[in-house]
T-cell receptor, first 115, second 114 residues
């Protein structure tokens, strides 16, 4: 089965500094990878995905993610963090289950941006 | 704007009650999902459906059942609620597409079983 790991439960960063939220994957074949964000008391929102092509994927709210095949990583990044970026972030990988492609999620990383 | 709605944001039920959680999507998506979210455990898949009247067990189906009679509606049923089913429940939908498609989530239902 495909899986992702988010090694950090929490990431703290000062406003204006660059941020990175880490994700590593384990797949057979080519990975299809996703990032989602969950703001307090809300459902998850799709941020970006990697299917193929350019290793740097741009998404919503100024976020981007870098796909690195040799390191089996798909880290989420933003050049300058905002307090409003404070949220729970989930990495996910496409998996084949019951004949359908569905995502398998990591455990999530809480991002806290300090003013 | 795409939308997934869930029948309740907050729900309090007693142990042993039968509980229905409803989810409706307006995007004509084939796939629908039910997850529960608990601190430190991330999202765990309970059931999913890839077509009307079709369902597949996820990772933690015990104590739950589902119903999908119409394409836009996917219901989660707790046959006899227990305190260990106190959790946040998230519904999602997606179109299969080439990559499985990104999911669209509802706002969640926070269920407390007392």
């Amino acid at each position: 089965a495909q899986s992702v790991a988010q090694p950090e439960d929490q990431v703290n960063v000062a406003e204006g500094n660059p941020l990175t939220v880490k994700c590593t994957y384990s797949v057979s074949g080519n990975p299809y990878l996703f990032w989602y964000v969950q703001y307090p008391n809300r459902g998850l929102q799709f941020l970006l995905k990697y299917i193929t092509g350019d290793n740097l994927v741009k998404g919503s709210y100024g976020f981007e993610a870098e796909f690195n095949k040799s390191q089996t990583s798909f880290h989420l990044k933003k050049p300058s963090a905002l307090v409003s970026d404070s949220a729970l972030y989930f990495c996910a990988v496409r998996d084949l289950r019951g004949g359908s492609y569905i995502p398998t999620f990591g455990r999530g990383t809480s991002l806290i941006v300090h003013p | 704007d795409v939308k997934v709605t869930q029948s309740s944001r907050y729900l309090v039920k007693r142990t042993g009650e039968k509980v229905f959680l409803e989810c409706v999507q307006d995007m004509d998506h084939e796939n629908m999902f039910w997850y529960r979210q608990d601190p430190g455990l991330g999202l765990r898949l309970i059931y999913f459906s890839y077509d009307v009247k079709m369902k597949e067990k996820g990772d933690i189906p015990e104590g739950y059942s589902v119903s999908r009679e119409k394409k836009e509606r996917f219901s989660l049923i707790l046959e006899s609620a227990s305190t260990n089913q106190t959790s946040m429940y998230l519904c999602a939908s997606s179109s299969p597409g080439l990559a499985g498609g990104e999911q669209y989530f509802g706002p969640g239902t926070r269920l407390t079983v007392t």
